[in-house]
């Protein structure tokens, strides 16, 4: 077996081909174009056909950096795993070369993926593409509005503090309108305007986001109709979880899955009573899901309450913030099983004659 790992950019990316047992057998930069795409094809091919053998791609993760060659990848046939950075890192830093480079990274990268042959395989998955553009679109121009609602709010009490109540959110159109007459009335001056023009820019944010959730609305309401079924999951949540996911049927296990989400604890205990500590590691744009999810029950759900009763019960010297883990890495098993139910629903095995 011959794996290569990739250290992508924006401009170019360096490959490094290692063996079975992690020894280099060469590395290229090449340009992060179509034209270097088949040079770091044909390169790698070349090291397949001399040792007669299959050839593994493992790929550092980065969000944009290397989706258009994964992409490409893919396509070919190729087999492509994802590479958490944490999991390079330890690579890198566990091994007797020093530094920091590119082609470093890359033997790291590729090191990595032999180290853990269990990484989950990347899947071309349109749908799941489109839902993790349009999620994070949304929740870039929500951190927008919420810079600029920040702004109103200290630009009103500057003006008048009667109005803003504080207890209103400024993001419904009704609101917003009200707003906008009252500062129309005002004395002009260059404070009265600027707080009209941020009440404009928020209202057309908001009606981007509302526009947002309805098309997120109208792609996973058919698509996963088990997922929304459970307490705390609604249509933008789910749209995350499965733009994140990428396929459930990448996970062999809901313990892969549970890694992979960063709710599988870390154990750190010798030779004395098992203790565990909380996992920095996996996909944190899952794990903020699941813990949303979770606070989400613990308010409006009571199996989830009565779940963290009975877990503290047998822990009586845990945290709340420990129940609160326990909670998410049950739910992680609870959405997989319901992903795993959608996915089947959408894709029946056929019989068998």
């Known amino acids: 077996m011959v794996v290569v790992g990739i250290d992508p950019h924006k401009r170019s990316h360096t490959a490094v081909a290692v063996d079975e047992a992690g020894r280099k057998l060469g590395q290229l930069t090449v340009n992060a174009d179509d034209e270097g795409f088949l040079r770091l094809w044909a390169w790698a091919a070349r090291y397949g056909t001399q040792r007669q053998c299959l050839v593994r791609w493992a790929v550092e993760h980065g969000r944009g950096v290397a989706g258009r060659l994964v992409r490409a990848l893919v396509g070919q046939g190729a087999a492509v795993v994802w590479v958490p950075p944490k999991l390079m890192a330890q690579c890198r830093a566990s ?5 920091k480079s590119d082609p470093i990274d890359a033997l790291a990268i590729a090191r990595a993926a032999i180290r853990e042959p269990d990484l989950p395989a990347v899947q071309l998955d349109e749908t799941a593409a489109e839902l993790r553009l349009l999620s994070d679109r949304r929740e870039h ?3 927008s509005r919420t810079e600029l609602i920040n702004q109103l709010r200290w630009r009103l009490h500057d003006l008048n503090p009667a109005l803003d109540a504080g207890a209103t959110a400024l993001t419904g159109p009704r609101t917003l309108t009200h707003l906008a007459s009252a500062l129309a009335v005002l004395p002009a001056s260059v404070s009265c305007q600027l707080a009209a023009d941020l009440v404009a820019d928020i209202a057309r944010l908001g009606e981007q986001i509302r526009h947002l959730e309805r098309r997120l609305h109208a792609l996973v309401t058919p698509l996963v109709p ?12 789910a749209a995350k979880i499965l733009g994140e996911v990428g396929g459930i049927t990448r996970f062999r296990s809901p313990a892969a899955f549970a890694l992979h989400n960063g709710t599988a604890p870390i154990p750190v205990w010798s030779s004395g009573k098992p203790q565990y500590r909380l996992n920095r590691g996996g996909n944190r744009q899952l794990n903020a899901a699941l813990h949303r999810i979770a606070i989400t029950q613990l308010a409006h759900h009571q199996p989830a309450r009565d779940y963290r009763d009975r877990w503290k019960t047998h822990h009586p010297h845990a945290t709340t913030k420990a ?6 890495r049950h739910l992680s098993d609870v959405i997989y099983r319901a992903l795993l139910t959608d996915h089947l629903q959408q894709h029946p095995t056929p019989p068998t004659t």
């Not at 091994?95 to 530094?99: D, E, L, N, P």
């Not at 088990?226 to 949540?237: E, K, M, P, Q, R």
């Not at 129940?323 to 998410?328: D, F, H, M, V, Y």
């Open 226 to 237: 088990a997922l929304l079924a459970i307490v705390g999951i609604s249509t933008v949540t």
């Open 323 to 328: 129940a609160i883990r326990a909670l998410k």
């Open 95 to 99: 091994a007797r070369t020093r530094g």
């Open 141 to 143: 121009l929500v951190r």
